[in-house]
């Protein structure tokens, strides 16, 4: 099934009109752990100089081998999706990794000349406390990355302890998952925290060193084209959203068969999204006439109860505004 993927990844790569793009992301599931020949079937093709090129990674999939298969194709750019530093934490995960592991990994991204890492955290795992991930947060610090990425516990039904979590249940430590508030609480301390260590807060849930503001993810939030490939990847023009069938198996079945893998298409309302998406980062959005005729009302209530600040014509969500993001998103989709 891998390779069978592989080649219809590489296929619809080939058909694709591909115009001079100067980034590349490789994420979703695992793609640390696609193996040196694999990565060069997938990349080798694609005669560009990326300005970045990210691979996701696990911690305790890395090798040397897979490393230089990296830097061979581009890449220098790597996210670890490390979660936790706190053993226990991990384990309730079903993560494997302890915070030897990340610092062995690092070391070796660094002994082979990629400097420019990213390191997840998860505020709101099960059995997390306020002493606990003040150990996360330290040890992150530690070692010293340009890029972190912190995000709040999110419970939906696709996951094995959102489900459990939904029903009520106690499995997957579904019974000991801190509070909305104490989320919350987690979240303001990590903002504070790295800022003192210089990762300012560029996006709600992303900090950088000055530089290292991640050049593909801020695509998404300006509203740049960009094209995804394979199962579930979702794809923008500028005027079209498009996505690919959700499982593997169906995206290579219908693939083999000569049948589009792509399944649904919209056209956003670009107003809309402008302050969907933009919102999200602390530079904020500058409304227009056009902007203000339409969402005035909106504009001037979330001003007016502190949720969203306005300076020299731009629009940024207040701390405050951060914590309700998703409410205050949604009243621009319905206006």
Same mark, same amino acid.
């Given at each position: 099934?891998?390779? %069978?993927?592989?080649?219809?990844?590489?296929?619809?790569?080939?058909?694709?009109?591909?115009?001079?793009?100067?980034?590349?992301?490789?994420?979703?599931?695992?793609?640390?752990?696609?193996?040196?020949?694999?990565?060069?079937?997938?990349?080798?093709?694609?005669? +560009?100089?990326?300005?970045?090129?990210?691979?996701? @990674?696990?911690?305790?999939?890395?090798?040397?081998?897979?490393?230089?298969?990296?830097?061979?194709?581009?890449?220098?750019?790597?996210?670890?999706?490390?979660?936790?530093?706190?053993?226990?934490?991990?384990?309730?995960?079903?993560?494997?990794?302890? @915070?030897?592991?990340?610092?062995?990994?690092?070391?070796?991204?660094? @002994?082979?000349?990629?400097?420019?890492?990213?390191?997840?955290?998860?505020?709101?795992?099960?059995?997390?406390?306020?002493?606990?991930?003040?150990?996360?947060?330290?040890?992150?610090?530690?070692?010293?990355?340009?890029?972190?990425?912190?995000?709040?516990?999110?419970?939906?039904?696709?996951?094995?302890?959102?489900?459990?979590?939904?029903?009520?249940?106690?499995?997957?430590?579904?019974?000991?998952?801190?509070?909305?508030?104490?989320?919350?609480?987690?979240?303001?301390? @990590?903002?504070?925290?790295?800022?003192?260590?210089?990762?300012?807060?560029?996006?709600?849930?992303?900090?950088?060193?000055?530089?290292?503001?991640?050049?593909?993810?801020?695509?998404?939030?300006?509203?740049?084209?960009?094209?995804?490939?394979?199962?579930?990847?979702?794809?923008?023009?500028?005027? !079209? %959203?498009?996505?690919?069938?959700?499982?593997?198996?169906?995206?290579?079945?219908?693939?083999?068969?000569?049948?589009? +893998?792509?399944?649904?298409? !919209?056209?956003?309302?670009?107003?809309?999204?402008?302050?969907? +998406?933009?919102?999200?980062?602390?530079?904020? +959005?500058?409304?227009?006439?056009?902007?203000?005729?339409?969402?005035?009302?909106?504009?001037?209530?979330?001003?007016?109860?502190?949720?969203?600040?306005? !300076?020299?014509? %731009?629009?940024?969500?207040? =701390? %405050?505004?951060?914590?309700?993001? =998703?409410?205050?998103?949604?009243?621009?989709?319905?206006?």
């Amino acid at each position: 099934m891998e390779d %069978r993927y592989l080649a219809t990844i590489v296929a619809e790569i080939a058909h694709a009109s591909l115009d001079a793009p100067d980034t590349l992301y490789l994420g979703g599931g695992t793609p640390s752990g696609i193996d040196p020949p694999a990565i060069h079937r997938l990349l080798g093709g694609l005669k +560009v100089s990326w300005k970045e090129a990210t691979v996701e @990674a696990a911690p305790g999939t890395l090798t040397a081998e897979r490393i230089r298969a990296w830097r061979e194709n581009g890449i220098d750019r790597v996210s670890l999706g490390v979660q936790s530093f706190v053993r226990g934490e991990l384990a309730r995960t079903g993560r494997k990794h302890d @915070a030897s592991t990340v610092q062995s990994d690092v070391a070796l991204l660094r @002994a082979h000349s990629i400097h420019n890492i990213s390191i997840d955290l998860i505020a709101g795992l099960p059995g997390q406390n306020s002493e606990s991930w003040r150990v996360s947060l330290e040890a992150l610090a530690a070692l010293e990355v340009p890029h972190a990425s912190v995000y709040m516990l999110e419970v939906d039904d696709d996951s094995r302890l959102g489900s459990e979590i939904l029903l009520g249940g106690k499995r997957y430590g579904a019974f000991d998952v801190p509070t909305d508030d104490q989320i919350a609480a987690f979240y303001e301390t @990590a903002v504070d925290f790295l800022a003192h260590r210089g990762l300012r807060r560029y996006e709600i849930s992303n900090f950088a060193h000055p530089g290292s503001e991640s050049l593909h993810n801020l695509k998404y939030w300006h509203r740049e084209p960009y094209l995804g490939f394979g199962s579930d990847a979702h794809s923008f023009d500028g005027v !079209t %959203r498009w996505q690919n069938v959700e499982t593997a198996l169906e995206y290579v079945e219908r693939a083999e068969k000569g049948e589009a +893998v792509r399944v649904d298409s !919209t056209r956003p309302d670009p107003m809309e999204e402008k302050f969907f +998406v933009g919102l999200r980062l602390t530079e904020g +959005v500058q409304p227009n006439d056009a902007d203000w005729l339409r969402f005035g009302t909106a504009f001037e209530h979330h001003i007016a109860t502190g949720m969203i600040e306005s !300076t020299d014509g %731009r629009l940024r969500l207040t =701390n %405050r505004g951060i914590m309700v993001s =998703n409410e205050i998103f949604q009243e621009f989709l319905a206006a």
